[in-house]
């Protein structure tokens, strides 16, 4: 399974166990323990990861961070934990900001399972920033994100390539909820820069409140007719997909009502889907293979383009699943699958397919 596919189920899966979880202790074992075994570290070797690491501060004795995960001895990564019912705006890093000057450590963690906020040292040297340079949000992933996230993985881990990265992504960060804040209330500099680009003028007082309402329409305004032109392009794209998709394939078994049905990806649809992805990893690159349900079946594609499906997954029929392959016209052929580690002895076709696409760029 990818690192990305890894991160999208554990997020699935907290919806369902938050009303059970009632304390930091149930947080831990419950979220950030399978979170930080999906970075690729052990959570049960001590030499990987380090529950309640001590370090001596000055005076201070035996304080403790709930998690350091380690590397040839030293921490890397400090981590302090608190309930998932915490508001983490509410709660100073204080820990994590004293361990910075006393260990190696160059990134720091403050989450409660949900939202994890990751810090480094960008300002000052060994002292936490205090603003965090990458948030996730769990019940809110975004792939961009994560795929940010993965660099800090087990296996991606060097810290140089982390912090240009974190340099980065703090600062972008920073500017744009700066642009965020000008939308919803353009500041006197802001809107005399626009001002004095159109206007010949003295700028007076009277002159400055009218342009405080144009500029805020006009940003609002240019937005929108992004979005839309990005949409208007999005659509049209789909529909010539979907037009060829449906040329090219003959019409299914049972005709599907849209009114009345919604599109639900089951757990099995989703397996079927990693077991594929696991079939092919060593003939391409996984984060290509895309899937994408709809009314009828649950399709799997290569490069999320309509014209390069793998196979298809019939699995809406309680009693009965079909796994369908498509030859090179796009015409698919249903086998009846009894579970879905019958997958498995269909992987030369599924690779054949693969490298048919893969001859024919």
Same mark, same amino acid.
């Given at each position: 399974?990818?690192?990305?596919?890894?991160?999208?189920?554990?997020?699935?899966?907290?919806?369902?166990?938050?009303?059970?979880?009632?304390?930091?202790?149930?947080?831990?074992?419950?979220?950030?323990?399978?979170?930080?075994?999906?970075?690729?570290?052990?959570?049960?070797?001590?030499?990987?990861?380090?529950?309640?690491?001590?370090?001596?501060?000055?005076?201070? +004795?035996?304080?403790?961070?709930?998690?350091?995960?380690?590397?040839?001895?030293?921490? @890397?990564?400090?981590?302090?934990?608190?309930?998932?019912?915490?508001?983490?705006?509410?709660?100073?890093?204080? =820990?994590?900001?004293?361990?910075?000057?006393?260990?190696?450590?160059?990134?720091?963690?403050?989450?409660?399972?949900?939202?994890?906020?990751?810090?480094?040292?960008?300002?000052?040297?060994?002292?936490?920033?205090?603003?965090?340079?990458?948030?996730?949000?769990?019940?809110?992933?975004?792939?961009?994100?994560?795929?940010?996230?993965?660099?800090?993985?087990?296996?991606?881990?060097?810290?140089?390539?982390?912090?240009?990265?974190?340099?980065?992504?703090?600062?972008?960060?920073?500017?744009?909820?700066?642009?965020?804040?000008?939308?919803?209330?353009?500041?006197?500099?802001?809107?005399?820069?626009?001002?004095?680009?159109?206007?010949?003028? +003295?700028?007076? =007082? *009277?002159?400055?409140?009218?342009?405080?309402? @144009? *500029?805020?329409?006009?940003?609002? =305004?240019?937005?929108?007719?992004?979005?839309?032109?990005?949409? +208007?392009?999005?659509?049209? =794209?789909?529909?010539?997909?979907?037009?060829?998709?449906?040329?090219?394939?003959?019409?299914?078994? *049972?005709?599907?009502?849209?009114?009345?049905?919604?599109?639900?990806?089951?757990?099995?649809?989703?397996?079927?889907?990693?077991?594929?992805?696991?079939?092919?990893?060593?003939?391409?690159?996984?984060?290509?293979?895309?899937?994408?349900?709809?009314?009828?079946?649950?399709?799997?594609?290569?490069?999320?383009?309509?014209? +390069?499906?793998?196979?298809?997954?019939?699995?809406?029929?309680?009693?009965?699943?079909?796994?369908?392959?498509?030859?090179?016209?796009?015409?698919?052929?249903?086998?009846?699958?009894?579970?879905?580690?019958?997958?498995?002895?269909?992987?030369?076709?599924?690779?054949?397919?693969?490298?048919?696409?893969?001859?024919?760029?």
């Amino acid at each position: 399974m990818d690192f990305i596919d890894k991160i999208q189920s554990l997020a699935q899966k907290i919806p369902k166990q938050l009303d059970f979880i009632t304390t930091e202790e149930a947080t831990k074992s419950a979220l950030i323990m399978p979170f930080i075994n999906a970075l690729g570290y052990n959570v049960f070797d001590p030499t990987e990861v380090v529950p309640e690491f001590t370090a001596d501060i000055g005076i201070k +004795k035996g304080e403790k961070v709930d998690y350091a995960i380690m590397r040839d001895g030293s921490p @890397i990564m400090l981590i302090e934990c608190k309930w998932s019912g915490s508001k983490l705006d509410d709660v100073h890093a204080s =820990q994590l900001f004293r361990y910075f000057s006393v260990t190696n450590s160059r990134i720091g963690v403050l989450t409660n399972g949900i939202i994890y906020r990751f810090y480094s040292d960008l300002e000052q040297s060994n002292k936490m920033d205090e603003k965090p340079f990458l948030e996730i949000d769990m019940l809110n992933l975004s792939e961009t994100l994560v795929q940010e996230l993965k660099k800090i993985t087990k296996s991606n881990f060097n810290i140089d390539e982390v912090i240009s990265t974190a340099s980065d992504l703090k600062y972008t960060k920073e500017i744009k909820k700066i642009l965020n804040d000008q939308l919803l209330a353009p500041d006197d500099d802001f809107v005399r820069y626009f001002a004095s680009q159109v206007y010949s003028g +003295k700028l007076t =007082q *009277v002159v400055r409140e009218q342009f405080l309402d @144009i *500029v805020k329409r006009a940003l609002s =305004q240019f937005i929108s007719e992004k979005i839309n032109e990005r949409l +208007k392009s999005a659509m049209a =794209q789909d529909q010539e997909e979907t037009q060829k998709t449906q040329n090219e394939t003959p019409p299914q078994d *049972v005709p599907i009502d849209k009114k009345e049905h919604k599109i639900e990806t089951t757990e099995d649809e989703l397996e079927g889907y990693y077991i594929v992805k696991s079939i092919l990893r060593k003939q391409i690159d996984p984060d290509r293979i895309i899937h994408r349900d709809t009314l009828s079946y649950f399709g799997i594609l290569l490069d999320d383009n309509n014209r +390069k499906p793998i196979c298809r997954l019939y699995f809406n029929n309680q009693n009965k699943k079909y796994l369908a392959l498509l030859d090179e016209n796009k015409k698919e052929s249903k086998i009846e699958i009894n579970s879905l580690n019958e997958i498995y002895e269909h992987a030369e076709a599924l690779i054949s397919i693969i490298d048919r696409y893969e001859n024919n760029k």
